[in-house]
């Protein structure tokens, strides 16, 4: 079992920069792959970016690449999203999941689901 708690999300104007952090407890998070998504208010969870177990592998969706950037601490059991030139339609709630397997991707297959974060970008 793993707890996954995110933090970081707030009010932020439209163009600024957020990290948001998950930080993970009860087992070693370097044994987990991990992945963020996000849901809208009257929209479904969406896929935003994953990293594998080893942190040598990325992938995030088309409409943040180039903005958000996704990266391991497994020393500090700890992954982060880098998020910049934020958009008014990247306000969300932003979950962190995680799963044993090396790698899954944009899948919301994960096994373990944290509470979310929200993030709100106004003009």
């Known amino acids: 079992q793993v707890r996954l708690v995110e933090s970081g999300g707030r009010l932020v104007q439209a163009g600024g920069s957020l990290r948001l952090s998950c930080a993970a407890s009860g087992r070693i998070f370097s044994f987990y792959a991990v992945g963020w998504f996000r849901q809208a208010p009257g929209k479904e969870r969406e896929f935003v970016a994953a990293i594998s177990r080893s942190g040598d592998v990325t992938d995030s969706a088309d409409s943040v690449k180039g903005r958000f950037t996704i990266s391991r601490d497994n020393a500090k059991n700890m992954v982060s999203l880098q998020m910049n030139t934020l958009k008014l339609e990247d306000t969300a709630v932003y979950y962190c999941?995680?799963?044993?397997?090396?790698?899954?991707?944009?899948?919301?297959?994960?096994?373990?689901w944290g509470q979310g974060t929200q993030v709100t970008v106004s003009s």
């Open positions: 999941a995680a799963d044993p397997k090396s790698w899954v991707g944009s899948s919301d297959g994960y096994a373990y």
